[in-house]
């Protein structure tokens, strides 16, 4: 008789055992779903935060300063440097005749359309990052003098 009651000893507790590891398995993972979700959720609040900021310290040049800025037309002679025959922003090459834009302040170099596109969303030269900004300013004060 002792045996029958020791299996049946044995088997509950075993029983016991899975069920209340079950138990344990399942709340992990139901506590890790609603800890995810509510990371995802304020993940995803402070990227909108982020942007949000981002876009407004994003300022481009207004369409009137950035045609403020020196154009020329490539020629090879008058590139002597061979870090100036490429556009730094598209990577490709001037070819003879194109029209490029010259940095005023630092004299960096770009394809008029490169640099155009560019210039619409940032202050800066794509090089140095000098600001731009007091360009426009410049040209008013320049044009009063005279």
């Known amino acids: 008789m002792m045996s029958s009651g020791m299996n049946l000893i044995t088997t509950a507790i075993a029983f016991a055992t899975s069920v209340i590891f079950i138990v344990f398995i399942c709340s992990r993972i139901i506590c890790g779903r609603i800890r995810g979700s509510q990371s995802r959720q304020m993940f995803h609040t402070q990227s909108e935060i982020d942007l949000q900021q981002a876009e407004e310290q994003i300022r481009g040049l207004e ?3 950035v045609a403020a800025i020196p154009a020329l037309r490539f ?18 090459d001037y070819q003879e005749k194109q029209v490029l834009r010259i940095m005023p302040k630092c004299g960096h170099n770009f394809h008029l359309s490169c640099i155009d596109l560019w210039l619409r969303k940032q202050s800066t030269c794509p090089v140095c990052r000098l600001p731009l900004q007091d360009i426009g300013e410049t040209k008013q004060i320049e044009s009063c003098n005279i």
Request: net charge negative.
């Open 63 to 65: 369409p009137v300063v």
């Open 75 to 92: 020629n090879s002679e008058t590139f002597t440097y061979i870090e100036d025959t490429q556009c730094s922003i598209c990577l490709g």
